[in-house]
Structures are given as structure tokens and as C-alpha cells.
């Protein structure tokens, strides 16, 4: 429903065909079922703590289910600031934070993350000095 949701304004916003919009959204339709991706802006006192991306980062990253499955990102990357679509579309983003994209498997070990039967999942952020958990109901 989100990615449907993020197209439709994006494609209003760049003027896209129907044709084209058709194909994009059977793209990423078939994307959203392979994977679980985050868009994440973060913010942090210390600039050098702010590194999601980096191998040595103090910062473990997982998604957790009711079940208390857990799943480690198969990719984060940086996104830059100066892309003024995800800047339009996402107000969060300040000059102080940095973007990340978070993709995650949906199984992983022959487990899925999230099924028929999963209540609920988590994105866990966390380090030394702070956690986050952001979650969402099923």
C-alpha cells in the first residue's frame, strides 16, 4: 500500500504516462515481495556516530517479529540530501540528519519475517548510548 501510495505522488509530481506507470508499479511490487525496505533519516549529537553504512558502526541494526525471529539487513547504503524527490516527499529530512536506505530479506534460514500469522514487527536501532524501536502492527 506504501509503495503504490509513494508512486502515484511521485509520478503526479514528474508528469509519468499511464504506460510507464503501470510497469513501474509491477516493478516495485515485485521488489516489495522480496524485500523489506527502509528509508531512514537519522540524526546524531556526534557526526561520526552517524554511520549506518559502515561495517565498524557502532549501531546494530535488525528486524524482530513477535516471534521473536530476527533478521540482519542484507544492505544499507547512504542516500544523498540533494535528491529532491525524497526530500519533497519525506519532510523529516533536516540538514542535521543522514538518509539511509535499509533493505532486508523477507526469509532468511527458510524463515519469514513476516507471514499469515505474524502480529507485529520491529526496526531495531541500537548502540551505546541509544535504542530505537519503531513498530508496526499486522
Known amino acids: ?70 533478521i540482519y539487513p542484507e544492505s544499507i547504503f547512504g542516500i544523498d540530501k540533494g535528491n529532491i524527490l525524497k526530500t519533497s516527499l519525506f519532510p523529516y529530512i533536516t540538514r542535521w540528519s543522514r538518509l539511509y536506505e535499509i533493505s532486508f530479506p523477507l526469509m532468511d534460514q527458510n524463515k519469514k519475517i513476516i507471514d499469515k500469522d505474524t502480529k507485529y514487527i520491529q526496526l531495531i536501532i541500537a548502540g551505546l548510548d541509544a535504542q530505537v524501536v519503531l513498530k508496526w502492527n499486522l
Open 1 to 70: 500500500q506504501f509503495v503504490q501510495s509513494y508512486l502515484k505522488e511521485l509520478f503526479v509530481r514528474k508528469s509519468v504516462d499511464i504506460e510507464n506507470q503501470n510497469n513501474s508499479i509491477e516493478e516495485e511490487l515485485d521488489k516489495a515481495t522480496k524485500k523489506i525496505i527502509f528509508f531512514v533519516s537519522m540524526f546524531t549529537p556526534d557526526v561520526k556516530h552517524n554511520d549506518l553504512n559502515n561495517n565498524n558502526s557502532i549501531w546494530n541494526i535488525k528486524l524482530v517479529n513477535d516471534k521473536n525471529d530476527i
